[in-house]
C-alpha cells in the first residue's frame, strides 16, 4: 500500500490541479496497450514534434515537454512502454503482446498555464499524469457485488442459451457428476472450475464477451488460486447446506471473490480514478455476426453499470468513486475508410445511448470519438468503372500488401440482416515501419487527450 506521505502529497497535488489519473480500459484486444504506447509516444515528442493540432496544449505550444517519472503505485506493476516501442519498431514491426493485468506508468507534463491561480506559482506548472491499463472485463463482476450464490447461479442459467448453451456441454457434463451435498473434494472442484473457465474463454474466442466472474479469463497474479475455483450449480436454495460439503465450499469461495476480488479492485483501484477512456473494437463485432455483435452490446452495457453512481448506488454506497469524464473511442478507425468514421461514432453512441443518459443526468462528461491509436494503414481510392471509390491500404499480417474497400459501417444498431445482405470484411494489418525519433502515425490521438486532460493544462 503506499505509505501516508504519498497519500498526502497526492492529495495536495490534485487539490492543486497537478496530479490526474486517467483509466484505460476495454475488453480484451480492444485495443488499450497500443493506445496507452501511442499516448506515453506522442506525450514524449511534443517538446519536439508537433502531431497533435486537436490538442489545444500542444497547438498553442504551451506543453514544454513530458518526461518519464517512477509511478506513484508500487503494488502495480509497471506499463511495458519499453518492450511494446520494441515490438513496434523493430525490424518486422510488431504489435505488442496482449495483457493480462492491471498496469501502470507516470508522466509529468511541463506547460504554461493559462489559468491566474497557476500563473501565481511561477510560469511553467508541472502535472503529473498516471495512466492505467486494466481489463473491462473485470467490469463485468460489479453485479455480483448485488447478488448472493443462488441469485448469481440462477442469472448464469438463465443466460445459458444458443451458441453459450453448446458450448457449455463439457462443463455441464462435469457438473452434472458432482454430488454438491457430499463432502467437498478440492480436486473434483478445480477439475471442475478449470472446465467452466474453459467454456467462459470458448465464449471470448466465439465472440461472446459478456462472461462472469470476468477475473476467471483475466486472472491475473490470481491464477490457480482456490478464490477462482468455483461455478454456478442448480440446487434448492430453501435447504440447509452442510458445512463440509462442495455446495459449502462454492459458497464461501463465491463470497471470498466477492470480497477479496471484486470489492478489492473497485477499492484499490477504480475509487482513485479522476477519468475514463473505455475502447471498443466495434469492427471485431461487425466481422462476427449478429449473435456476437448482439453480445457485445451487453457486455459494454455490462461495463457501463460501473459509471453509474446514482445517490442510492451499491458503487456509490461502498466506494465513492470520482471520475468526472468518461470517453468512448471507437478503436481501429484505420481499418475503414475516412469517410466511414462518422458512421463509426454513430453507432458507437447507439450502443452507449442508455449510460450516455444516466451520465449527463449525473454531470459526469461523457463523449463519444473514432480514432487509431496506431495507424497501420494509408489512404487511397481504387477505380470501380468510371468511379473510383475511397480504399485502405497496408499489410496484412502474413506479409501481403493490400488495398481494400472494407465495407460500410452501420450507422445505427444493424439488424441481423445486416449480415445476410452485406456484412463487413475486416483483416489484421501489420503496423506501419517507424522511425526511433519520429511519434508513431495515430488517428485523432489528439483529441483523445485534449477530451482527457485538455482541462487540467489550462
Ligand atoms: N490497425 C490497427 N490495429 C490496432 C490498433 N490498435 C490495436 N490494434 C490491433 O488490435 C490488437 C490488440 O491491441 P492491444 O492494444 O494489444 O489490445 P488490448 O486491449 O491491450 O488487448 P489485451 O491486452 O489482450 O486485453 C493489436 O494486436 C492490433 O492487431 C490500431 O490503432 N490500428
Ligand atoms: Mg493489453
Not at 472450475?193 to 474453459?198: D, L, N
Not at 478464490?227 to 463440509?244: E, I, M, N, S
Not at 468526472?324 to 471507437?330: G, Q
Amino acid at each position: 500500500m503506499k505509505n501516508i506521505q504519498q497519500e498526502v502529497n497526492d492529495f495536495l497535488h490534485r487539490s492543486m490541479d497537478s496530479h490526474v489519473r486517467i483509466a484505460v480500459t476495454g475488453l480484451s484486444r480492444a485495443g488499450k496497450t497500443a493506445f496507452i504506447t501511442s499516448l506515453v509516444n506522442q506525450l514524449l515528442h511534443t517538446s519536439t514534434h508537433s502531431q497533435l493540432p486537436l490538442f489545444s496544449a500542444s497547438r498553442d505550444k504551451r506543453l514544454v515537454g513530458a518526461k518519464r517519472e517512477p509511478q506513484s503505485n508500487m503494488m502495480v506493476p509497471r506499463f511495458a512502454y519499453d518492450e511494446a516501442m520494441v515490438q513496434l519498431q523493430g525490424e518486422q514491426p510488431n504489435w505488442p503482446e496482449p495483457t493480462r493485468d492491471v498496469s501502470e506508468i507516470r508522466l509529468a507534463l511541463k506547460y504554461k498555464p493559462t489559468k491566474k491561480t497557476k500563473k501565481l506559482f511561477g510560469s511553467t506548472a508541472t502535472l503529473n499524469l498516471d495512466i492505467i491499463d486494466y481489463p473491462g472485463e473485470w467490469l463485468l463482476d460489479l453485479p455480483l457485488l448485488d447478488m448472493d450464490f443462488p441469485t448469481w447461479c440462477q442469472s448464469q442459467f438463465t443466460a445459458l442459451k444458443g451458441l453459450r448453451l453448446e458450448l457449455a456441454k463439457s462443463w455441464l457434463e462435469k457438473l452434472d457428476a458432482l454430488d454438491l451435498t457430499a463432502e467437498a473434494s478440492e480436486s473434483q472442484l478445480a477439475e471442475i472450475a478449470q472446465s467452466y473457465t474453459q467454456y467462459l474463454h470458448d465464449c471470448k474466442e466465439n465472440g461472446l464477451h459478456w462472461v462472469q466472474p470476468g477475473r476467471f479469463v483475466l486472472p491475473g497474479e490470481l491464477e490457480g488460486a482456490p478464490v477462482l475455483q468455483f461455478f454456478p450449480c442448480r440446487f434448492d436454495a430453501g435447504a440447509k447446506t452442510d458445512k463440509h460439503s462442495n455446495l459449502a465450499m462454492l459458497k464461501a469461495r463465491y463470497q471470498e471473490y466477492q470480497t477479496k476480488v471484486v470489492k478489492a479492485f473497485y477499492k484499490h483501484h477504480f475509487s482513485t480514478f479522476d477519468r475514463q477512456i473505455v475502447l471498443v473494437d466495434c469492427l471485431q463485432p461487425l466481422n462476427a455476426g449478429y449473435e456476437s455483435f448482439m453480445d457485445m452490446r451487453d457486455a459494454l452495457d455490462q461495463i457501463m453499470h460501473s459509471f453509474r453512481y446514482g445517490r442510492s448506488s451499491l458503487l456509490k454506497r461502498l466506494f465513492a468513486p470520482r471520475i468526472d469524464k468518461i470517453l468512448f473511442a471507437a478503436t481501429k478507425a484505420d481499418h475503414v475508410s475516412p469517410d466511414q468514421h462518422p458512421n463509426l461514432v454513430s453507432l458507437l453512441q447507439q450502443m452507449v445511448h442508455p449510460a450516455w443518459q444516466t451520465a449527463s443526468f449525473e454531470n459526469i462528461e461523457m463523449s463519444c470519438i473514432s480514432m487509431a491509436s496506431i495507424q497501420a494503414t494509408q489512404t487511397g481510392f481504387i477505380a470501380q468503372g468510371d468511379k473510383s471509390i475511397p480504399a485502405i491500404q497496408g499489410t496484412t499480417m502474413d506479409g501481403q500488401s493490400i488495398t481494400v474497400y472494407p465495407g460500410e459501417v452501420p450507422r445505427k444498431l444493424p439488424s441481423a440482416a445486416y449480415w445476410q445482405q452485406q456484412g463487413f470484411e475486416f483483416t489484421a494489418f501489420k503496423p506501419l515501419p517507424s522511425h526511433q525519433d519520429e511519434p508513431l502515425p495515430h488517428i485523432r490521438i489528439d483529441k483523445a487527450l485534449e477530451l482527457l486532460i485538455g482541462d487540467k493544462l489550462k
